[in-house]
């Protein structure tokens, strides 16, 4: 039970719509997807993205398929002004994406954020305040006719400001903030006000954007809230019905499906629900889930494990391991009857026939994941025990993606045996799947040297029993070694682990790589008492791990180093 078993909450009001529509309407198309990782998403990180971590990022949102993203709250930190600026100075917005920015209605805030967008091609001026009765009562002391003055007034100096930079294509969006909480007959009068204000032209639109910035109800009242408005607002054929459903029950993605259902055009939120408190909506899990209904998103996940990578690593997050399509082992039985029954859906599944595998709602190969992993060790002591023998006994901690790679592995040896292994028997193993993989490149050696502000490496190889000496350069020694390599790979994850204690303690290198053409990745390890020849000897392991996996189609080495000396 709950400390206190009297509650002290209400039930949220239900809307006065009888005749609600959305229950008996299908989605069926995608909505107008806008991202905020780079401004919600990047607020609500306990360490913020830097300038190199928010362009990465802003890079990866272009190419998944945004053609509007939230970039900064720029009147915030001279750092989103910063940010703002580089993109629009250096070229980096595409011609058909439209950068958006955040603003208070404040005026210096305001001025400050039209500043920050000047010599743009377009952009979105997303202005907002407070509308709920607790905000306007308690927060602010304003009255209803005050809260309109303020966002009107806001939206007067917007269009002013606009005036003046001819040169950009400007568009307004306005939010209610606390929409959800707010009376829905005031939230119409402000935004109809807001829209009048503006005053957009025949061809133009206005977005209105609808947040439930704080979950207050079940996501069907939000539905009946979406329709209302959708149903009573003025000028409707001059707005974009936005949503930008937070996630504080649980229910941000059915809210966002509900909404899309009852009139809104677009969706606002973050790639894996980052976001103040428990979140915006999960726009890949939005996006999926999509998918799964036969309705394409318009955004690309094909190569789902990048985009989680360069997710994790801009925001120093981590992802679920049972995140929806996602997660490290959302594709992995453990359970004996799962096990049967996804067996026999791949054997009767046919390549060109609608997607019917049993516990699959989606085909792993759809989002660039490989099916290795899907039918696992049944028992307790499966990943989970050959990852405690190995630390316990050797000191290897591998990354949860390599266990599930190596537990393949694993799976084959006890299959021959029909016995339990031991630790001995595991490390064996290891070295001979990442350790000795040493076909057809075999490491004998490098030499580093510097090449002005680059780093160079001579690479010692022996390939298919002939000595040579192949060279490349990067930013550092792994990145040479790449080079050095000639295959298209890129590095996906890296982790170096300390293995024993003191004078005997050597280095354990575990890289994750990625080709185009290969699906999922591939993981190669290294070992020696100097770090940068475990990591050097960890990429030439993946190389070669990740070429046999390539296939018999795939150019021959001795092509590769056709012009290197003997």
Not at 364 to 385: C, E, H, W
Not at 446 to 463: D, F, K, M, N, S
């Amino acid at each position: 039970m709950l400390k206190n078993p009297n509650t002290k909450y209400s039930a949220f009001p239900p809307v006065a719509l009888a005749d609600r529509q959305w229950p008996a309407r299908t989605i069926t198309h995608p909505p107008i997807w806008m991202s905020t990782d780079l401004r919600d998403g990047n607020q609500a990180l306990f360490e913020p993205m830097d300038a190199a971590r928010k362009l990465r990022m802003f890079r990866k949102l272009v190419a998944i398929g945004f053609k509007e993203i939230e970039v900064a709250f720029p009147s915030a930190s001279q750092t989103d002004f910063d940010f703002v600026r580089h993109l629009i100075e250096q070229g980096e917005i595409p011609d058909d994406v439209t950068i958006e920015v955040l603003s208070q209605a404040r005026e210096h805030l305001i001025r400050r954020t039209m500043e920050s967008l000047r010599g743009a091609r377009r952009a979105i001026v997303h202005i907002y305040n407070a509308t709920s009765p607790v905000f306007r009562e308690t927060v602010f002391g304003m009255s209803k006719d005050e809260v309109k003055a303020l966002a009107v007034s806001s939206v007067r100096l917007v269009k002013e400001l606009a005036a003046s930079q001819p040169e950009t294509e400007w568009v307004l969006q306005y939010s209610p903030e606390t929409f959800t909480a707010t009376e829905l007959d005031f939230a119409k009068e402000v935004c109809d006000a807001v829209v009048a204000e503006w005053d957009p032209r025949p061809g133009e639109k206005v977005i209105i954007n609808l947040p439930s910035t704080v979950e207050v109800a079940m996501p069907n009242v939000y539905a009946d809230q979406i329709e209302w408005m959708h149903r009573n607002l003025a000028r409707r054929d001059q707005i974009v019905l936005s949503v930008h459903p937070h996630n504080d029950r649980g229910t941000g993605v059915a809210a966002a499906e509900m909404a899309m259902l009852a009139g809104a055009d677009r969706v606002e939120g973050c790639l894996f629900g980052n976001g103040e408190r428990t979140g915006n909506v999960d726009v890949v899990t939005l996006a999926l889930n999509m998918y799964t209904q036969g309705i394409h998103p318009g955004l690309d996940f094909s190569d789902i494990n990048d985009v989680a990578r360069v997710a994790e690593e801009c925001t120093q997050l981590p992802i679920h391991p049972r995140h929806p399509y996602v997660g490290d082992l959302v594709f992995t039985a453990f359970s004996g009857s799962h096990q049967d029954a996804i067996k026999k859906g791949f054997e009767v599944q046919q390549a060109d026939a609608l997607w019917a595998v049993p516990y699959m709602p989606v085909d792993p190969a759809d989002l660039g994941r490989t099916y290795d992993s899907v039918i696992r060790v049944n028992s307790q002591s499966g990943k989970g025990g050959v990852a405690h023998l190995l630390h316990t006994v050797y000191g290897l901690v591998m990354p949860r993606r390599m266990q599930v790679e190596f537990s393949t592995a694993v799976q084959c040896l006890t299959d021959e045996s029909g016995q339990e292994v031991d630790a001995h028997q595991l490390w064996n193993l290891f070295s001979r799947e990442y350790l000795e993989a040493a076909t057809p490149v075999r490491y004998m050696g490098h030499h580093l040297y510097e090449a002005g502000e680059r780093q160079g490496i001579r690479l010692e190889v022996e390939v298919n029993g002939r000595c040579m000496e192949i060279r490349g350069e990067g930013n550092g020694p792994v990145e040479a070694a790449v080079a050095a390599l000639r295959m298209p790979i890129r590095v996906q994850s890296f982790e170096e682990r300390s293995m024993g204690e003191g004078a005997d303690a050597a280095a354990m290198a575990m890289i994750e790589v990625a080709m185009e053409g290969v699906a999922g990745s591939t993981f190669g390890a290294g070992m020696d008492r100097s770090t940068v020849t475990a990591s050097i000897r960890a990429i030439v392991s993946a190389a070669n791990r990740i070429r046999v996996r390539e296939g018999s189609g795939a150019v021959s080495v001795e092509t590769l180093f056709a012009d290197c000396a003997a």
